[in-house]
């Protein structure tokens, strides 16, 4: 497994995730700032799930992403310590 490409992909997917979390939380303070009623109750309810499911998978990556750079780091150390030897 190629643990820096593996990185990259969660990083850059919970990047993009957060991205349209973003965009949606937008549109969900001006619909309820302004009372506009944009979406019907069933729609708001699936949004709502919608928008659990990408914040799980957001805290997902970046507990992953944190896992893999940890085990980078630790790499990376284990052969500073061996070039040093």
């Not at 990408?54 to 061996?82: D, G, H, P, W």
Request: hydrophobic fraction near 55%; glycine fraction near 6%.
């Amino acid at each position: 497994m190629n643990v820096k490409k593996t990185e990259t992909f969660i990083t850059k997917m919970g990047v993009y995730i957060l991205l349209i979390l973003t965009f949606i939380g937008i549109i969900a303070v001006f619909d309820t700032a302004f009372s506009w009623n944009m979406f019907s109750d069933s729609l708001e309810l699936a949004g709502g799930i919608f928008i659990g499911i990408c914040f799980i998978l957001v805290i997902s990556s970046v507990l992953v992403s944190t896992m893999l750079n940890i085990s980078r780091i630790a790499n990376s150390i284990e052969e500073i310590s061996k070039r040093k030897q």
